[in-house]
Every structure is written in structure tokens, then in C-alpha cells.
């Protein structure tokens, strides 16, 4: 298996502009994690998905921030617009069941100008 | 709800040192344990886990015991060397949020 696949692995951007993160979670696997990482507040949950499903979205910053998982390969982190504090490198993460080890993809590393 | 503490870095080490980063847990119940490694510029990687009371997790030299009576999961290892640098989580799981991760700690080996 290739792993948890993210797109694209580095974005520049300049602030006001859309931003979209993109994940392939493992084959087979139930949950999906979107995590948020910066060097003051380390590494944030900021949704899951189980079975495609949003199970918690508190860790969403603000209302700018929107995901999606329209099928079980695939998903969707949405910053619009987006702000140089958003800058950060966001991980996304799959596990089998959702207490489970999680496997992380490589991270996207987001520069908001 | 569920917490996991770790020690603060960055921890600094001479090659071939032994190490320790402490970590503890609250949860209810008891979840499984895991320590995951995070080298630069790359996502985090499972390093080891355990799954209930007194079992031990080890990968590359690494260990952590689960004890229960007092809901730690130390990370050691005998001889660190300069690869071993990097940063160190330590999670509870087995809950219905996910995981829970500490802050991480930065591990320096020096040679």
C-alpha cells in the first residue's frame, strides 16, 4: 500500500486566496484525521471522519476552515480566505477504527503570504 | 476527558547515552498506548505501541512498558545514537475521539 497519500506537499499563497488540501486515506480504512501542526501550539486535531461521516469539528479554528469527505478514498481541507496564521503544515491520518494507531501522510507545508 | 503528558524538551544527549521520556495518561478505562517518531520535515511514524496492562512495545531499540498503577508509558533506549533526533510523541487511543497526543519532545543527539 502507498500509504496516506496528501496533495500538494508545499503551497504558497498570498492571504485572501483559497487554499485546498487534499487526502488519500489507506484502503480500507474507517476514520480520518486532519491535523493542524506550528511550532508554538504543536500539533492540533481539527476534524474526523468515520465512514465519511464529520464525527468532530471543534478543532476547526473558524468558519474558514471547511473539510469534506464526499467518498471513502478521498478528502478535502478548505481554507477560504485564508491568513498568514494559517500558515502551518497540516497532516491528514487514517486508522482502521478510530482508537486505533493512526497513519499519517507526509503533511502539506502552507505558506500564506 | 483523556490527556497525555510528556516531558518538555528539548532533551540533549551524548551519542550511545541512555534515554528516558516520561509520559503519563489519564483516560477511563484502559486505552491502548503508542509512541510515534516524527524525523524532519516528515509526517509521524508509529514507533511502537502496547495494547494493555504490562505489555511491552520495542522497535529499533526502543521500548515502553504499559503500567497501569501508574498509568506511565516510558520511552528508553539502552545506546541512542545521532539518528534518533527527533521529535517524540507519546498518545492514548482506544476512545471514540481518536487518539490523544502529548506535546512531543525534541530529542538532540549529539555526537
Known amino acids: 500500500d502507498a500509504g496516506v497519500i496528501q496533495s500538494p506537499r508545499h503551497e504558497v499563497t498570498e492571504m485572501g486566496q483559497e487554499v485546498t488540501l487534499r487526502c488519500k486515506p489507506i484502503s480500507g480504512h474507517n476514520s480520518l484525521f486532519w491535523y493542524r501542526q506550528t511550532m508554538m501550539r504543536g500539533l492540533e486535531l481539527l476534524i474526523y471522519?468515520?465512514?465519511?461521516?464529520?464525527?468532530?469539528d471543534s478543532g476547526m479554528p473558524e468558519d474558514r476552515f471547511s473539510a469534506k469527505m464526499p467518498n471513502a478514498s478521498f478528502s478535502t481541507l478548505k481554507i477560504q480566505p485564508s491568513e498568514p496564521r494559517d500558515s502551518a503544515v497540516y497532516f491528514c491520518?487514517?486508522?482502521?477504527?478510530?482508537?486505533?494507531?493512526?497513519?499519517f501522510g507526509p503533511g502539506t507545508r502552507l505558506t500564506v503570504l | 476527558g483523556n490527556s497525555v503528558t510528556q516531558m518538555e524538551g528539548p532533551v540533549t544527549l551524548s551519542e550511545e547515552a541512555f534515554l528516558t521520556i516520561n509520559c503519563t495518561y489519564t483516560?477511563?478505562?484502559?486505552?491502548?498506548l503508542f509512541w510515534y517518531v516524527q524525523y524532519p520535515g516528515e509526517g509521524l511514524q508509529l514507533l511502537l505501541k502496547a495494547t494493555k496492562a504490562d505489555d511491552k512495545g520495542s522497535n529499533k531499540g526502543f521500548e515502553a512498558t504499559y503500567r497501569k498503577e501508574t498509568t506511565s508509558f516510558h520511552l528508553e533506549k539502552g545506546s541512542v545514537q545521532v539518528s534518533d533526533s527527533a521529535v517524540y510523541f507519546c498518545?492514548?487511543?482506544?476512545?471514540?475521539?481518536?487518539?490523544?497526543f502529548g506535546k512531543g519532545t525534541h530529542l538532540i543527539i549529539q555526537p
Open positions: 483516560a477511563t478505562g484502559y486505552p491502548s
Open positions: 471522519f468515520n465512514n465519511n461521516v464529520p464525527i468532530d
Open positions: 491520518a487514517s486508522s482502521f477504527v478510530r482508537g486505533d494507531e493512526q497513519f
Open positions: 498518545a492514548s487511543g482506544g476512545g471514540a475521539d481518536g487518539l490523544t
